[in-house]
């Protein structure tokens, strides 16, 4: 319902922006010396402007989605293969102490385990952000590093957070071996990455990107031909998903864009930006993040919202743009708060949800900083 009226908004918004400026046209001299408002041309051809960019949104959110049917259908089909060669047990066995003191109540051994794994592997992983290569971005995974940096601050938040409200003992040796190695870990690379000249992080975080994606690959295999899978079948099955998954997101992201689209057109866009920019300006911050914030925004409403927000952002200031870049990590280093518990507490019909609101926008926060912060040291040395 919320993500109804959000884009609804976006056209109503876009009318309403568009018609003040046709107006102000024919009023610019009276505007000018009154209020020293400026318009031209631009604000006369503004529905026409408007019109162009509906069709072309909705051009680009096909393309876009053609290739995402490429990019899901290989990853899905990867994963498939990792999953029948025990890549979700492995990884239970390996994180089992961890979880078994972290969430007490949960038998050990339990299946819910494996499906909590695979979705931070695919958040850790990045796969929603296949749209920067779909966008002419030069080296797609540069993301790869930075996301798993805000990613994992982002679950960190949340564990604290969750861990204090519901009582749970944090300070463990257990959990805190667990922790503090994969922290120290992080805080290695940050550390390392600090003492790089700004032009080599970029190319540290290329290669790593590509190697480490490329050895879950060979390792998938591996598993998989130790478990004696047969890899094709099983990656063709899994790639049917993928290619089902893709085609799905068309229509989504079709109504996204479009909307968007006319959000920006209209000038809405450019007005909420520089409302944004002048108030952390305010605070002597440099403001070129504020260009992705949209994304951060719409992401706990929902995951197709900002999707379409981050497509739109790199296609206004270019995929290997800081904007761009940004909006990618923003995307894959938050989560979809509010539509999450909708879906999660209304299938067991649960109608209390207690601290997990909050609990979800403060992840979703620590998420949003540690992203702009990353991004500033990856980007911007």
């Not at 499906?115 to 080296?139: I, K, P, R, V, Y």
């Not at 003992?169 to 990455?193: E, H, M, N, S």
């Not at 270019?318 to 979809?336: H, M, N, R, V």
Request: charged share 15%.
């Amino acid at each position: 319902m919320v993500l109804n009226y959000i884009w609804i908004g976006f056209f109503v918004i876009g009318f309403v922006v568009a018609l003040f400026r046709f107006a102000g046209y024919f009023f610019r001299d009276f505007l000018l010396q009154a209020m020293n408002l400026v318009f031209d041309q631009a604000d006369r051809d503004i529905f026409q402007t408007i019109i162009q960019n509906i069709f072309q949104s909705a051009k680009t959110s096909v393309e876009i989605s053609i290739y995402l049917i490429g990019v899901m259908t290989l990853w899905l089909g990867v994963m498939k293969i990792g999953e029948r060669g025990g890549a979700v047990e492995g990884m239970s066995k390996l994180v089992g102490p961890f979880f078994n003191r972290l969430f007490p109540r949960l038998p050990k051994n339990h299946p819910v385990m494996g499906s909590m794994l695979m979705n931070f592997c695919a958040n850790m992983l990045g796969l929603d952000n296949a749209a920067t290569a779909a966008c002419g971005a030069q080296n797609p995974t540069d993301v790869f590093i930075p996301l798993l940096i805000a990613t994992y601050c982002a679950t960190i938040v949340g564990m604290i957070y969750v861990s204090i409200v519901q009582k749970i003992r944090f300070f463990q040796p257990v959990i805190l071996a667990y922790i503090l190695g994969i922290t120290a870990l992080i805080a290695g690379l940050i550390f390392y990455l600090q003492s790089l000249p700004p032009e080599k992080v970029s190319v540290f975080s290329s290669i790593t990107g590509n190697m480490l994606l490329f050895l879950v690959i060979i390792v998938f295999l591996y598993m998989g031909i130790r478990k004696k899978v047969n890899l094709y079948e099983t990656f063709i099955e899994g790639a049917k998903e993928g290619f089902t998954v893709a085609v799905k997101i068309i229509p989504y992201l079709v109504a996204m864009l479009v909307a968007i689209g006319v959000f920006r057109a209209s000038g809405a866009m450019d007005f909420l930006l520089l409302g944004l920019g002048r108030f952390f300006a305010l605070f002597g911050f440099d403001t070129e993040f504020v260009k992705a914030l949209p994304v951060a925004l719409m992401k706990p409403l929902s995951g197709g919202g900002a999707r379409g927000l981050m497509v739109e952002t790199m296609k206004t200031y270019g995929a290997d743009s800081f904007p761009g870049f940004l909006s990618c990590i923003f995307q894959g280093s938050t989560e979809t708060t509010f539509y999450v518990i909708a879906v999660y507490f209304g299938s067991v019909n649960i109608r209390k949800t207690r601290y997990a609101v909050p609990g979800g926008l403060i992840a979703d926060l620590a998420g949003v900083l540690a992203a702009i912060f990353v991004a500033y040291l990856f980007y911007k040395g």
